[in-house]
């Protein structure tokens, strides 16, 4: 493990080389809530695309539902695009289980039949539990099954990651 | 103990609006806002009670309520069993409670139940074993919880903010189920004025017990309302010494053009229907343009779905 985690805009940067040369003018980017839609926004800004972005809210596909519930505080999911045939590059900030890209994945199907979904991840921390792995990776890491790596945003809009 | 919250304070069973605190209200509405886009979707559906089995115990008969119970249920991806006990065992005599432990045995998840007595979704829910949860789909003249929350959605969605309104509701509120939900979500709510406007023999003595003003003159009670709620004046009142005929109590509390421009000019009507064009409601009132009935019934498909999913998540946790 790093002693310090490394700046986040290096790490989307280079997220963003890596999609440019799969992204046509009909390609969309997909982020999931909360943490993914603030990555898809900067990898949206950087690679000038031309279609508007698309949010995710899994909360309605979670598997964990008749466990824990429903969260709270669910935002609309908002696809302003027709899905149909659509190449998407679906974003989140911290791949771990696996479980959330399922869910994405899930509810994407239900607004049509895209072509093909692509996954860029910020981190991908290992610990997978379902057979998904990302298309583009910022950073892969070995995080211990017992810690959480979080991203947040500060009140300037700055992205930080950081380990509990 | 309140039957409706479960010890850390969930949505366990939902009975009435009376004492339920304002967070859930809430909770409730924000929930109901997030579920409208899925009606405009391709699949009109969300996996959430995949493999949920949902009753609507109806003993009374409905045709909107049931509807939009199952809609709402569907869309939730549920399993919908519609009965209508009216015309099947309840008149071979068998007993309320003995119909709810065979539906149970068929292995329920979730009651909705109609009954023309007060208490009866009560009844039901003091009876379930813990996994299973009950919606009063209205009960007798005592509540109908997720009209008046659909109702809430309709006022929030037109009106923004529940803190600077004045509301009346007009009518038969003596024997409105309707009306109670209305005013204690209402009250929970903020709304700093809620009014209820009807002849002396259809309000209920003591109504001003439950925070609103009451007006016996309808001119005076419109004035200045952003939210006019009509009640449906049932037909068979009629018949007994409470009025004297339709026509009269439309020229004294039916809703026309005239007395609704003594509303605010963006006053909102609703009704929850269903409507007797002509008693309490003049049709070029509810077909006009600050009618929002007909939106109040697709709310309540959203209002519905989001009760639904707050009861079934985490309920057996």
């Known amino acids: ?164 | 103990m309140n039957l409706q919250l479960t010890e850390d304070g969930r949505l366990r069973h939902l009975l009435t609006l009376d004492g339920l605190p304002r967070a859930i209200l809430t909770q409730i509405l924000d929930t109901a806002e997030s579920f409208m886009d899925v009606g405009e979707r391709e699949v009109k559906k969300v996996p959430l009670l995949r493999g949920k089995s949902i009753f609507n115990l109806f003993f009374e008969p409905s045709t909107r309520t049931r509807t939009t119970f199952e809609i709402a249920a569907k869309r939730l991806s549920a399993d919908v069993v519609n009965l209508n006990i009216a015309t099947s065992s309840q008149t071979k005599g068998e007993a309320i409670l003995d119909t709810v432990d065979n539906l149970a045995a068929m292995h329920a998840d979730m009651f909705i139940v109609r009954h023309a007595q007060s208490g009866a979704a009560h009844f039901i829910a003091r009876h379930v074993a813990p996994h299973i949860s009950v919606i009063n789909a209205g009960d007798g003249r005592h509540a109908h919880p997720t009209q008046g929350l659909l109702d809430m959605f309709t006022i929030r969605r037109f009106k923004g903010e529940f803190h600077n309104l004045t509301v009346a509701i007009v009518g038969d509120v003596l024997h409105s189920r309707v009306a109670r939900s209305q005013i204690h979500a209402l009250t929970t709510l903020g709304v700093p004025e809620v009014r209820v406007i009807g002849p002396k023999t259809l309000l209920p003595t003591g109504v001003e017990q439950m925070g609103v003003k009451v007006f016996h003159n309808m001119e005076a009670g419109l004035a200045g309302c952003d939210v006019i709620i009509m009640l449906r004046l049932q037909n068979e009142r009629m018949k007994g010494a409470l009025l004297p005929s339709a026509q009269e109590y439309f020229k004294f509390f039916g809703l026309t053009p005239e007395k609704l421009a003594l509303a605010r000019p963006d006053a909102i009507v609703m009704h929850p229907g269903p409507m007797n064009r002509g008693v309490e409601i003049d049709s070029e009132v509810a077909d006009g343009p600050q009618s929002v009935i007909l939106p109040q019934v697709t709310y309540g498909i959203a209002v519905r779905m989001a009760v639904m999913a707050m009861l079934a998540g985490g309920a057996t946790a």
């Open chain 1, 1 to 164: 493990m790093p002693a310090s985690l490394p700046d986040v805009d290096p790490l989307i940067a280079q997220l963003a080389g890596a999609i440019a040369p799969v992204l046509t003018p009909e390609t969309v980017i997909v982020g999931i809530h909360t943490g993914g839609v603030w990555v898809a926004e900067r990898l949206h800004a950087l690679l000038g695309c031309k279609q508007p972005l698309g949010m995710l809210d899994i909360s309605f596909y979670r598997d964990d539902f008749s466990r824990i519930g429903l969260h709270p505080q669910v935002k609309p999911s908002n696809l302003p695009f027709d899905l149909e045939g659509r190449d998407i590059v679906l974003v989140d900030d911290v791949l771990h289980s696996g479980r959330t890209v399922r869910a994405a994945m899930n509810e994407l199907f239900d607004y049509g039949r895209p072509s093909s979904i692509r996954l860029a991840v910020l981190v991908d921390r290992g610990n997978h539990e379902l057979p998904i792995r990302p298309d583009f990776t910022g950073l892969t890491l070995d995080v211990p099954a017992h810690q959480n790596i979080n991203l947040s945003r500060l009140d300037d809009g700055h992205l930080t990651l950081s380990l509990a």
